[in-house]
């Protein structure tokens, strides 16, 4: 598969190439000439490509997405480190949600995803209208990304301009209620998800993707649209669970450095560290010295940790637990690291004694406060980014978004969470309710972008939490971005 991800960075390095030396005389269309279109299924299939592209920013602080939905969750946060990690604020207004519309997260996110649907509406704009099932499939696979798209800014922003042509978009579009576009992209998923493969990489759109994000969208109906549609949630987890799909044996496979070929995860982003950077948990969370830990080329920041509360929440003997660094820290000789700064030897204490660590701590609380996250394997040797290949959808969020359908149903949802439970290490439940489901849910999908959204959904995202006050409601939703407005002011009503 690297070999695959070489292909797409150099054909979007091409496309940068190409973009970046356009004539200033270049002739402006009002339609797409015939020229243009595609010519055959190959040179169709690669107008998918800058679609995914799209989404490698959302990872880090380039988009912000995953940040935007851990960081305002209970579960991780980045302390102050004495200066370390101040960063104008733009953190700590996350932790405590007291963002705005120019904080950076809001500003990123936004333009990022409004990036994929740009180039999934340029794309499909170029393909020609017709039946032949490769040029449906390729279209099929572009309304999908599209549709992944604007899932992420209906359920960040709530009410969004709702483009679906890049040839005849608006100079300034107005915003489109939430509900309607829910129900838009439902419609193109459900009308083009029989010309989606059943099987293909997990990078690539697949039926797979499409049904899962359909799961995850009639999950969430309640809060996009007012009406609860629990029972087509179900049905759209159970048109996942007939493919091919099934849990690893551990639970912290599907993260492993070269886990292209896991059979757990449905749709992800094929993260390389030479050709398609942008993965950089370990950089953010690992000590200064933990480079002696994994014999890394580049030392890590020292950054972020799990929250106390968050790792607690995790019996001794859960398996997902070896995802966590606490204690004395080795070198990878098993030599103790010692932190000259703090005259102390290195470890990892989790408990985090403020959100700011300021100069009344000593240095070994500032340096060395919180759980370090190594869900996603740290190899021997790791660079600055991380081969990782990052799961957007995988198999046991299928199991507990099933068990969670269920449950609202007032059924019995034990055998899927038990499912995730067994594999853990961990003793069944029975009759999970509602509050035992969203902890179990905390700790399986930890750190995959899951948690803010689950949170709102179980009404628990405006409680206080460590170093937290309870929070508006108006939080569920980040507001657009103050460029966007003034750039278009119909964004402001």
């Not at 679906?164 to 100079?171: D, G, Q, R």
């Not at 995850?216 to 049905?235: D, H």
């Not at 020292?302 to 106390?308: D, K, L, M, R, Y």
């Not at 199991?399 to 853990?424: F, P, S, T």
Request: hydrophobic share 40%; glycine share 4%.
């Amino acid at each position: 598969m690297k070999n695959i991800k070489y292909i797409i960075s150099v054909f979007i390095l091409s496309i940068v190439v190409l973009a970046s030396c356009t004539k200033l005389d270049e002739t402006i269309y009002d339609k797409i000439p015939e020229d243009m279109f595609p010519e055959n299924e190959s040179q169709a299939a690669l107008n998918v490509v800058p679609t995914y592209q799209a989404l490698a920013p959302l990872m880090d602080d380039g988009g912000w997405w995953l940040w935007a939905q851990e960081v305002t969750s209970d579960e991780i946060v980045f302390p102050v480190r004495l200066t370390d990690w101040e960063d104008g604020g733009k953190w700590k207004v996350l932790h405590t949600h007291t963002w705005d519309n120019n904080t950076t997260a809001v500003n990123s996110m936004w333009s990022h995803f409004y990036d994929g649907v740009f180039e999934a509406n340029k794309a499909i704009d170029l393909l020609p209208e017709t039946n032949d099932i490769a040029t449906l499939t390729v279209k099929a696979k572009l309304k999908a990304m599209r549709a992944l798209y604007y899932y992420f800014l209906i359920d960040n922003y709530g009410d969004v301009p709702f483009v679906t042509s890049f040839l005849e978009a608006p100079e300034q579009p107005e915003k489109e209620d939430r509900a309607v576009i829910f129900n838009a992209i439902v419609k193109d998923l459900e009308d083009n998800v029989q010309y989606l493969p059943a099987a293909t990489n997990n990078f690539a759109v697949s039926k797979g993707m499409a049904y899962t994000l359909l799961a995850k969208l009639y999950l969430n109906s309640e809060v996009y649209t007012g009406i609860a549609q629990w029972e087509k949630a179900e049905l759209f987890c159970d048109s996942v669970m007939q493919l091919s799909y099934s849990l690893e044996n551990n639970p912290l496979d599907p993260f492993l450095a070269h886990n292209e070929n896991s059979y757990e995860n449905i749709f992800t982003v094929p993260f390389d560290e030479a050709d398609l950077k942008g993965l950089r948990i370990h950089m953010r969370t690992l000590h200064y010295l933990s480079n002696q830990t994994y014999d890394m080329t580049v030392g890590p920041w020292n950054g972020f940790a799990v929250t106390e509360q968050h790792y607690n929440t995790y019996a001794d003997n859960d398996l997902r637990k070896a995802g966590f660094l606490v204690g004395t820290q080795y070198s990878s000789d098993g030599t103790v690291l010692y932190d000259e700064t703090a005259e102390d030897t290195l470890s990892f204490d989790p408990h985090i004694p403020a959100l700011v660590i300021d100069a009344s701590y000593t240095f070994t609380q500032i340096r060395m406060s919180g759980a370090r996250v190594v869900k996603f394997e740290v190899e021997m040797g790791a660079q600055e980014n991380m081969n990782n290949d990052f799961p957007i959808f995988r198999y046991a969020d299928v199991l507990l978004m099933k068990a969670e359908a269920i449950i609202r149903q007032g059924g019995n949802g034990d055998e899927y969470v038990n499912m995730i439970r067994e594999r853990a290490g961990l003793a069944d439940w029975n009759n999970v309710d509602l509050d035992m489901l969203l902890a179990e849910r905390g700790r399986e999908m930890f750190m995959e972008g899951k948690r803010r959204q689950d949170l709102i959904r179980f009404g628990k995202f405006n409680d206080a939490w460590w170093e937290k006050p309870a929070s508006t409601p108006d939080k569920k939703t980040f507001p657009i971005p103050q460029w966007a407005i003034d750039a278009n002011p119909n964004l402001a009503n």
